[in-house]
């Protein structure tokens, strides 16, 4: 990770996905964000098993996404995946996420709810 780009102390949280997503979150954690990726558990992030080639077990796509970044699981179904989510959010500046129309709402945690957390938080 970058510790003295022209982004470092910006707290970035993305939300699993493929595509433009983790690569935008990726592009903020060069210029020096803290991006902490959020996989499913159990799961994780499909794109791990996208290959060949893989290098250690993990598909060389994978890897060039998510580099510069913190990962960990939660499952927002679990009161306490949410506690930990609302925890997390409390100090982040920006919520990167390019699932379809309405999946975080189905989750419980669409844009309104997260601004009720964290008014300031760009979604």
Known sequence: MSSNGPLTGLKVVEFQGIGPGPHAAMMLADMGARVIKVEQPGR????????????????????????NKESLTLNLKHPEGRTILNSLLDETDVLVENFRPGVLERAGVGPDTLHEWNPDLIV
């Open 44 to 67: 994780g992030d499909d794109t791990r098993g996208w290959g060949p080639p893989f290098k250690k077990g993990e598909s060389s796509y994978f890897m060039s996404v998510n580099r």
